[in-house]
């Protein structure tokens, strides 16, 4: 399951000063795997992917810690009223989310998304879009 983790650096004691990851990997026993990263100097954003059965025990400790966490199911989205199956969006992918099925239309493995947005910014047709 995919946790996107939310926190600010504002505090000497807020979570953006601390190894949150470490210590829950530490904690639990639970691996994460970091899939995507943004942080600078004031705040940051972080997906992570972790084992299903172990989501809400990661998800509960990262809270306790001061960290905001949204649940990723099915991060993007496909309006199939809008999408034309051009596969824009399959070269693009950097982790294979997309795929054509056998009768050539488009396919989405959300699972495998990291947020990138790439596909968004690619489709002509404005198909595609983040949920939350």
């Given at each position: 399951?995919k946790?996107?983790?939310t926190f600010?650096r504002?505090g000497q004691?807020?979570?953006?000063?601390e190894p949150?990851?470490?210590?829950?990997?530490?904690e639990?026993?639970?691996?994460?795997?970091?899939?995507?990263?943004n942080?600078d100097?004031?705040?940051?954003?972080?997906?992570i992917?972790?084992?299903?059965?172990?989501a809400?025990?990661?998800?509960?400790?990262?809270?306790e810690m001061?960290?905001a966490v949204?649940?990723m199911?099915?991060?993007i989205a496909?309006?199939?009223?809008e999408?034309?199956?051009?596969?824009?969006?399959i070269?693009?992918?950097?982790q294979?989310?997309f795929?054509f099925?056998?009768?050539?239309?488009?396919q989405?493995g959300?699972?495998?998304?990291?947020?990138?947005?790439?596909?968004?910014?690619?489709?002509p047709?404005?198909a595609?879009s983040?949920q939350?």
């Open positions: 399951m946790l996107l983790l600010s504002r004691h807020d979570p953006g000063r949150v990851i470490a210590r829950v990997v530490k639990t026993g639970v691996l994460v795997n970091v899939e995507k990263a942080i100097s004031m705040a940051g954003e972080v997906l992917d972790i084992p299903d059965k172990d809400d025990l990661v998800r509960r400790r990262l809270e001061g960290v949204r649940v199911e099915n991060a496909l309006d199939e009223s999408c034309v199956d051009c596969g824009a969006c070269s693009i992918c950097p294979e989310v795929s099925d056998d009768g050539w239309r488009l989405v959300a699972a495998r998304c990291v947020l990138c947005g790439k596909c968004i910014r690619a489709c047709h404005s595609l983040l939350g």
